[in-house]
């Protein structure tokens, strides 16, 4: 642990989470409707959004999973923050931020169930979707919490109890009070002071190591693999790592709704240009200095200490190496700034849950009657009750927590992503090729995976699932026009496409 540095630690992180907590009060202020607390009032600007899609995107998934591979893996994980950036950031933008954002003001459309229901005319869908959102995002915040829990533990020497109670009590206040604009606004922050700090790093690494051509040449030392192509990964799991990472966030929720916020589309014309800059800083230097690692530990002696099972503790590597090349107060800063990253995307998983419970299973399910003032309430108490939930859930540590978890991100981008997507740019999409596209897509990634199928040919269950969907839709969505079955009211699609030459 790197307990010498706790009350520095300690004494950063208390004054950062004061700063978040007033902004959830002073957000609390400007939340006066559903759309201000879902959507933060369709009212966000590009560089408010490019950092919180990045922030939402990355996290520390990206600062202590990242850097992690890179350490094993080497250099040729620079390939992996190139398709993060082109795919993950810069696409997305390019592609259907703008169609997203007129479509779902045309649809009404506050959440992902929403616009499916609307732009399929699919009751089913709506539910369905709803389900999974609400099961796998509180799947998916319980490793989040889990993984936040050990980062306070390694820097702060807390016990996993105590960090898991401050990380919980911090993101649940802020985000019941002030919702999506709370959020939107404290991941700014923290996405700035997690790209300068990464950047930072980044430069005292280099210096550390005597510059970039003496890390490389010290890595090649090491192993000729750490700076080859495709390295001693093998060629098949750098490209599995690469696509997973790039293009899943295109069927996620947390991901897609980013672009209901946009203040109108023409906001993409710049928002595109603060999150490629804010991905490509935090991809490149986040995935270098994992790789110099290697060769900065060498030279310092620093060991990486070993799991219960014998294993090493990889995600200790960035941290350790935060503390080697780091000055103590810009240590604390940076080391605070990688746990709220943890918190960014803990808050985008809880608001994607509690929607789903509140809106889509509750209000359009339940009791459409509904005013807004009810629903508006219900969402707070549901931002708390999942929150809730995931400290509970979190305590007793499941051992299966983290492959389930990344077995849901599979499934639900298998369940998501091809009709989402398929609805944006083609007119004639049916609402049988939707729903049979997503329930067997949903079924097969859950089946192909390593608890069933175990991968077979050593293809990644989100490859196979994703490939399955997009050529399976156009199928059933061929025979569904000649049968004339399911088919969405032209007037409905008319509007969605002028609200894209307007």
Known sequence: MLVEYAWVFGVVFAFYMVILIAIGIISARKVKTIEDYYVAGRNIGPALLGVHYGTVYFSSVLMIGGGAYAYRFGLATLWIAVGNTVLGAFLPFLLFGGRIRSFSEVLGALTLPDFFRERYQSRFLHVWTSVLT????????????????????????????????ITALIVGFYLAVGGTVACVWNDFIQGTVMALGTLFLTYMVISHGGGIQSITQGLAGIDPGLVSFPGVWGFWGLFSYLMVTSVGPWGLPQSLTRFYMMRDPKVVRWAIVFATVFCIAMTT????????????????????????????????????????VLPTFIAAVYLSAVIAASQSTADAVILMAS??????????????????????????????GVTLAGLV????????ILDLAMMAWAALSAAIMAPFLYSLFWRRVTRTAAVFTSVTAFFLALAWGPWL??????????????????????????????????????????????????
């Open 285 to 324: 230097c986040s995935y270098f200095n994992g790789a110099a690692a290697r060769f900065a530990f060498l030279q310092g002696g620093v060991e990486i200490p070993l799991l219960p099972s014998g294993r090493p503790d990889y995600d200790i590597v960035i941290p350790k190496l935060i503390i080697l």
């Open 134 to 165: 609400v099961v796998f995002m509180t799947v998916y915040l319980v490793s989040v919490f889990m993984g936040v829990s050990y980062i306070f533990n390694v820097t702060m020497g807390l016990s996993y109890e105590a960090s898991l109670l």
């Open 393 to 400: 859930l979190a305590y007793f540590r499941p051992k299966m």
């Open 355 to 384: 929607f789903g419970l509140a809106r889509d299973l509750y209000h359009k399910l339940l009791n459409p009657e509904a005013d807004d003032e009810e629903i508006l309430r219900l969402s707070k108490i549901c931002t708390a």
């Open 453 to 502: 199928l175990s991968r077979p040919f050593g293809v990644h269950e989100f490859l196979a699932s994703q490939i399955y969907a997009w050529v399976v839709f156009p199928i059933v969505n061929y025979f569904a026009l000649r049968s004339r079955s399911g088919s969405v009211p032209e007037d409905l699609v008319d509007d969605l496409w002028r609200s894209i030459e307007a």
